[in-house]
């Protein structure tokens, strides 16, 4: 797992700086601690950051092919990289590493974009052909990995794993979108290829990018499939299924075992992780170390559950502890790696996860991200099913009442009044054909915290928000089953834009390390879309065949367990007898009026509110750490951004130059 950064000068005006390059670089040590690397040539130039995973010895990075005339820089893993490598070689290919990074690079190099097709895995990549004087760059079909991009007014197009390595160029200016601010605060996350600063794009999932002289073109490789009504569902007896869905299981644990260093694993105690957990230990006799989150307040907290697991699997169980204060002082650097504001403070116990696996000598660890989307897990999808069965009697008065059934650890919920249930969930319930019902109550629940904002900020009609995302939808989109569309939603919507993202990969490599997620294997994803709708969401029972094939792993304590959100505390975080100094000063009425987002009036209501002990709604919570994260996203990026010296004479930094480059240095 790395860090890459480049650029490439498409009117050859400028030659590649070593100098900035190691400035971007700089900006991405902690993606990459171990060791840098850089890539001359006239108008283009490469860098990576490496953090050593697999081939320590002869993995360094840039790589070229046979003839020098391809090269490359990698974040992730190819998991299959070792059997690609024997085809390669059989088809005359010669390699100099056993890296999984050189090994893309000869794929390259036989298929060009194509070898995307092949590759399962998670990454980011760039290569640059010396010939063609061509960029390509990709990115993981779900987007595990992160990869940005800008185009200067002179031509050069740069690009970089995280925002703030971009803005190190002094030529690129932080200004903040409000209209991505808007996606942010109804989504939770910036939609791609947005980002909320103006004229910095994330390349999206499933894309690469091919950029020479004459043009910049981006392509589609993959899109995320459901059966449409013509086509079939799977349609074998359960148990042929539930089979095949172990035996993908567990080969996706085990070449995700793959690694020339210790590989632990993340441990919830719900039955996504202990699945992962129960499955290594199953195939693997070695030492297992395990990382678990729990929370000083009991209402978060699951650590009973998790210590079951670790005793049951006999791992070596290491846990921190979040608490009130450590979330709010944390908080600032965790928006710092993340580049956007959030809306939740999950994000910071991840944060402190990552750093006591890296303190415990682990860079590689295995997590259960993936199955409540792919197996439909979250209660978003039970709920869209009980309004759709809803609609269908819209004026009875029963239905709305199972909704205290679905959410019971909801106490506003399950002690409200029938006519409240009907109002909440009720808006919108006839509009069964809208491609986002499954997501409607949430989003328009997030939306209430736009009146936060300064009047004359969202100068864009709300529609605007959803014509993005209207555009993104597959041609088959309505033709897919209900629970499909919801699917595709969430997954688009949600998991690489925040899941994978500001609570994923942004917190682990934060402290240099690297999750791998075996629900997210291309085999098991595609599997899971072929199925039907009953196998993964029976009746109101989620991850149906997750439950069925973790029969002979998990204890039913585990595994009949009801899906419980992770979530964190908020306002408390924040508002305590420890609260940080950033949180009052960010939030005076000078500083709110000063950055020019939100009206201070309002703010300031809310803080009252807050520090009166008053009766704080989700959407007050969800304001709250918006306002206050937007706040930190200026201060660190728009107001006050200062990029660290360069990487000095001292770092360990590869300079590899091109034959034109390395004639004219000696000329």
Not at 85 to 111: K, W
Not at 145 to 169: C, H, M, N, Q, V
Not at 238 to 246: D, L, N, P, W, Y
Not at 275 to 290: E, L
Request: aromatic content about 10%.
């Amino acid at each position: 797992m790395c860090g890459i950064a480049g650029m490439f000068d498409r009117r050859a005006r400028r030659a590649a700086s070593e100098g900035d390059l190691r400035q971007m670089l700089a900006l991405l040590r902690h993606r990459g601690p171990d060791e840098f690397g850089i890539l001359l040539d006239r108008e283009a130039g490469l860098g990576n950051a490496r953090l050593s995973i697999i081939d320590l010895c002869s993995g360094s990075q840039p790589i070229a092919n046979e003839d020098d005339s391809l090269w490359i820089v990698f974040n992730g893993e190819v998991f299959n990289y070792i059997e690609l490598r024997e085809e390669l070689r059989a088809r005359g290919h010669q390699f100099r590493t056993e890296s999984d990074t050189e090994v893309i690079l000869h794929l390259y190099e036989e298929l060009g974009p194509r070898c995307l097709d092949r590759m399962n895995g998670q990454f980011a990549l760039a290569i640059w052909d010396t010939r063609r004087r061509r960029l390509f760059l990709a990115r993981d079909r779900l987007g595990v990995r992160p990869l940005f991009y800008t185009l200067l007014a002179d031509g050069t197009l740069l690009f970089a794993s995280e925002i703030k390595s971009l803005l190190s160029d002094r030529r690129v200016s932080a200004e903040l979108d409000p209209q991505v601010l808007a996606e942010v605060f109804t989504f939770w996350a910036a939609q791609t290829p947005h980002t909320v600063f103006r004229g910095i794009h994330e390349l999206p999932p499933a894309h690469y990018l091919v950029a020479d002289r004459d043009s910049i073109q981006i392509q589609r490789y993959w899109e995320n499939r459901f059966p449409t009504g013509s086509d079939k569902h799977e349609s074998r007896p359960i148990g042929e299924v539930i089979e095949e869905c172990r035996s993908l299981l567990i080969d996706a644990c085990q070449v995700r075992l793959r690694a020339d260093v210790p590989v632990g694993a993340y441990l919830s105690g719900g039955l996504d992780s202990s699945t992962i957990a129960s499955v290594i230990r199953r195939h693997n006799s070695n030492r297992f170390v395990t990382f678990s989150i729990a929370f000083a307040d009991p209402a978060f907290d699951e650590s009973a559950f998790q210590q079951q697991m670790a005793v049951r699997l006999g791992t070596d169980h290491h846990v921190v502890r979040a608490t009130y204060a450590e979330i709010g002082r944390v908080f600032p650097e965790v928006v710092w790696h993340a580049e956007v504001p959030l809306l939740r403070t999950a994000p910071a116990p991840m944060f402190l996860l990552s750093k006591l696996v890296r303190e415990q000598g682990f860079k590689v660890v295995l997590t259960g991200e993936g199955a409540d989307e792919f197996l439909a897990g979250y209660d978003l999808f039970k709920e869209a099913k009980l309004r759709r069965f809803w609609a269908r009697q819209p004026d009875s008065k029963s239905r709305p009442l199972l909704f205290k059934r679905l959410y019971p650890d909801i106490t506003a919920l399950a002690q409200s009044s029938p006519s409240f249930l009907a109002a909440f969930f009720g808006q919108g319930l006839g509009e069964v054909e809208s491609p986002w019902y499954s997501h409607a109550v949430r989003w328009r629940n997030n939306r209430r915290t736009l009146r936060f904002f300064k009047e004359d900020l969202l100068t864009a009609p709300e529609e605007d928000v959803f014509s993005h995302l209207r555009r993104r939808l597959p041609a088959d989109f309505t033709q897919w089953t209900p629970l499909a569309r919801a699917q595709y939603v969430e997954i688009t919507t949600f998991l690489s834009p925040y899941l994978l993202s500001s609570q994923g990969d942004r917190m682990s490599m934060a402290h240099s390390v690297e999750g791998r997620f075996p629900f997210l294997d291309v085999r098991l994803v595609e599997f899971c879309n072929r199925l039907p709708p009953r196998m993964k969401l029976r009746v109101l029972q989620e991850k149906h065949l997750l439950k069925e094939a973790a029969l002979p792993w998990l204890p039913d304590v585990i595994r009949q367990r009801p899906k419980r959100p992770y979530r964190a505390p908020v306002h408390r975080s924040f508002f305590n007898e420890t609260t940080p100094d950033y949180v009052r000063e960010l939030l005076s009425p000078e500083r709110i009026k000063a950055a020019g987002y939100f009206k201070p009036e309002a703010v300031q209501q809310l803080t009252r509110k807050i520090e009166s002990g008053g009766a704080l709604g989700e959407t007050d919570d969800m304001a709250l750490v918006g306002i206050l994260s937007t706040q930190l996203v200026h201060h660190q990026f728009v107001e006050g951004f200062s990029p660290p010296k360069p990487l000095s004479q001292r770092d360990p930094v590869k300079v590899c130059r091109t034959a034109t480059i390395s004639q004219e240095v000696s000329a």
